[in-house]
């Protein structure tokens, strides 16, 4: 029975002392992370992409979710959501390939409208985007007229479409202030809306999304880390549950507890979020201890080296969003990036 042509395994490059050299420097930075016997099948990949991606006019935005090969070897821009869109509406490449979820490629369209944006898995999702239709928002709005709706980008565009603005965790008590009302809908996610509402006094309203990968953890786990390490640091992403958030050390975007870890360099630090962060950050910081708190997300855990390579070479699957609906969604989005 042959695959599907979307399933298709991509062929395995040889991995040739050529490759090997000029992949070294970029191994320089990962031995720690990467064992050489996997190194030799990255490495063709990583080289075969980074030459589709002059020949394309093309860069990839990989978010800091992404493995540590994605991460160091083929991104052009790594970051947050927030840092994601911004540069996806500066960047004057003729190909943008999304290493993220789905709803990071529809913004970076968004943004982009004449620009070929290239998604490397399709099927690559989000709990949060799932959990909210355009109809549900229309609902909300019915039954509280009046009060601004503010949406994570973690949605669809036809969500965003809905919306008054958009935010991401990295600027959404911004966002929600600069609207200068006393109340907001702020959704889908129930646990970052709880979040915002410990650090304003607009009353937050909102819905009942959780992210799959950070309702898991538990403020007991963080109590049993502390009682077997006395100086470990936690850093908890927003879309932790509230009990998690209270007993942390910080909370912030996934590019904030970067930071955070990056000014602060704590001995030992236990990073509750998705696990390739840590991966990614531990290669430049080798004086942090990361304990490592595994949570996989099985969406962002899709795209990979050859999934980014057959993408550029058959410049498929693009990102495509109906004409009505990204105008509403764009201009929701275009308000967010607008607040400094
Ligand atoms: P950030 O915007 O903080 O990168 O978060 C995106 C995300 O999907 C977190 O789960
Ligand atoms: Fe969505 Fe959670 Fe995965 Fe982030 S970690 S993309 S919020 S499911």
Not at 80 to 94: G, I, N, T, V, Y
Request: net charge negative; proline share 7%.
């Amino acid at each position: 029975m042959s695959l599907p042509e979307t399933l298709e395994r991509p062929t395995r490059l040889p991995f040739t002392p050529e490759i090997e050299a000029r992949t070294a420097p970029i191994y320089a930075k990962l031995k720690a992370q990467i064992p050489s016997v996997e190194w030799q099948l990255f490495a063709p990949e990583i080289d075969a992409i980074n030459r589709l991606k002059r020949e394309r006019n093309a860069i990839v935005l990989a978010h800091n979710y992404q493995t540590p090969e994605i991460f160091h070897g083929v991104a052009d821009i790594v970051g947050d959501s927030l840092a994601l869109a911004r540069e996806a509406a500066k960047s004057d490449a003729d190909v943008i390939v999304l290493a993220g979820v789905h709803f990071m490629a529809e913004t970076a369209k968004l943004v982009n409208p004449e620009k070929t944006v290239l998604m490397p898995d399709m099927e690559a999702g989000c709990s949060l985007a799932s959990s909210i239709t355009a109809q549900d928002v229309r609902d909300l709005k019915a039954k509280y007229p009046g009060v601004p709706v503010v949406t994570y980008v973690n949605t669809s565009a036809a969500v965003k479409a809905e919306s008054d603005i958009c935010c991401t965790s990295g600027n959404v008590i911004k966002v929600i202030e600069s609207l200068g009302v006393p109340r907001v809908l702020c959704i889908p996610d129930e646990y970052l809306a709880h979040y915002v509402a410990t650090k304003t006094d607009v009353e937050i309203l909102t819905w009942k999304g959780k992210c799959e990968v950070h309702q898991e953890f538990t403020g007991e786990d963080i109590q049993t880390f502390r009682d077997n390490m006395d100086s470990v640091v936690v850093v908890a992403h927003p879309e932790c549950p509230p009990d998690v958030i209270a007993a942390s050390d910080f909370a912030g975007s996934t590019a904030e507890m970067i930071d955070y870890v990056r000014t602060e360099k704590p001995p030992h630090v236990l990073l509750l979020t998705e696990c390739s962060m840590s991966s990614n950050i531990a290669a430049e910081l080798p004086e942090v201890n990361f304990v490592k708190s595994c949570g996989l997300c099985p969406h962002m855990k899709r795209i990979t080296l050859g999934k980014i390579r057959r993408s550029l070479e058959t410049m498929q699957p693009v990102v495509e969003v109906d004409p009505d609906v990204a105008a509403r969604a764009r201009a929701a989005v275009e308000r967010m990036l607008a607040v400094a």
